[in-house]
């Protein structure tokens, strides 16, 4: 297919009021949620989407400074510049041209990650099959277009409003709930048991990325190995991120205390997450087509996984397009069963007569024309064309970028 334009658009969701919730030791305010929607235009007038540059638990919009602004610059300068006028024959094709521009590697891989989800899509609208069938025809396996899910919400409250949450999400019937711990040792381990006594079915996961961003003192090598040994007691079902990214070391000395370790969000490449799996420290290891080159760049994590004790489980934590993308991965892939439901406030897909979300988030939902179907923490994954979804391009408009962070971190003086 010939490709005419590629265009990324930075758009911004409010969080208003803007909430501020304590961790030990500062607080966090959380501002905003943005996106990045790209799209790529065929000669014949088709257009693929993908949703970039969200965030994972490094959040180098804060710490690094990172803008979604000018990933979307990118994408309409050199990404573009890079592929704007060429025919791609195979999608491989389009990796190559991004990985001979000049662009930083870690944007190169965001950017490849992008434009492979979307031309995914374009493939699979133009043979008329969703983009897992395009893929079961990769792997050689028979598509599971019913995925159990995980939903991923709680951060920073007193352990009685993840105990809430918790109770919610197993009424809901979703696989697992998990949680952001980072309130104080002595109440990240009453959370553990709290969470314990109130849910049965339901595995809970603890996503620990706070411990690592706030100053060694508090969390300490030793205090880690305490809550994690705790978290195993309690029959956790991993616990995630409880070192830094790059920190090899402190997850081999967690692991083998009692709970499974998940890590792989913050990888850079999926090369990266090979090497994280190559420790031997995490059980579960957390691709996502939106950070490691699409469906192409996945492929070569989940082919490491294949016959191992590592399961790949996808990282998701965006709209509901970016849920829709790796959920045709998981549909298609081998050994790969279980996909993340970020919970956000006013949930069109959860029937419920409360409210289990985290903040508002309304651009997650309205990114596309349908609602998800989701029955008992359940997904049904879209079987049209391609990722099967319509997106609304009404968007563009109605979600202004902001400038600045999305979250900021406080810290006590
Ligand atoms: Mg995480």
Redesign the pocket.
């Known amino acids: 297919m010939r490709i005419s334009e590629v265009r990324g658009y930075a758009l911004s969701s409010p969080i208003d009021p803007v909430q501020s919730r304590p961790f030990h030791g500062g607080r966090r305010r959380l501002l905003k949620r943005d996106v990045v929607l790209v799209t790529v235009e065929t000669a014949d007038g088709e257009i693929g989407f993908a949703s970039a540059g969200a965030s994972s ?1 490094a959040m180098r919009e804060y710490f690094e400074g990172d803008s979604q602004a000018s990933f979307a610059d990118l994408v309409e300068g050199e990404v573009a510049d890079a592929l704007e006028g060429e025919t791609i024959e195979e999608i491989a094709d389009a990796h190559a041209l991004i990985d001979a521009t000049n662009l930083p590697e870690r944007v190169r891989h965001e950017a490849a990650s992008a434009i492979d989800v979307a031309l995914y899509d374009l493939r699979g609208k133009r043979v008329g099959a969703p983009i897992y069938e395009l893929l079961c025809a990769e792997y050689g396996t028979e598509p599971d277009d019913d995925l159990p899910m995980y939903a991923s919400g709680g951060m920073y409250m007193r352990p009685e409003g993840y105990a809430d949450q918790a109770r919610i999400v197993d009424e809901l019937g979703f696989f697992g709930y998990k949680y952001r711990p980072g309130i104080g040792p002595d109440e990240d381990v009453r959370t553990i048991d709290l969470l314990a006594e109130t849910v049965e079915e339901t595995e809970v996961m603890l ?1 620990a ?1 706070t411990w690592w961003k706030l100053d060694g003192d508090v969390y300490d090598a030793a205090t880690r190995a305490e809550i994690v040994e705790h978290a195993g007691e309690r029959d956790a079902f991993w616990v ?2 409880p070192a830094a990214p790059d920190d090899y070391d402190g997850y081999v000395d967690l692991a083998g205390r009692g709970v499974p370790l998940a890590g792989g ?1 913050s990888e850079s490449s999926p090369a990266g997450l090979i090497s994280l799996a190559e420790t031997g420290a995490v059980s579960f290891l957390q691709g996502d087509v939106r950070h490691h080159r699409g469906y192409t760049g996945c492929a070569e994590a989940i082919d490491y996984c294949l016959g191992t004790d590592v399961e790949f489980v996808p ?1 998701n934590f965006g709209t509901w397009l970016g849920l829709i993308a790796n959920a045709h991965l998981v549909a298609a892939a081998p050994e790969v069963r279980l996909l993340e439901y970020p919970i956000f406030e006013d949930d069109p897909a959860l029937d419920h007569p409360e409210d289990p979300g985290m903040y508002p988030f309304e651009l997650a939902f309205d990114v596309i024309e349908e609602t998800i179907d989701v029955e008992d923490g359940t997904l049904s994954v879209p079987d049209g064309p391609g990722l099967g979804v319509t997106v609304d391009l009404d968007v563009i408009d109605e979600y202004p970028p902001t400038e600045g962070a999305w979250t900021e971190f406080i810290y006590d003086e």
């Open positions: 638990s996503d990325h995630e991120e969000e990282h």
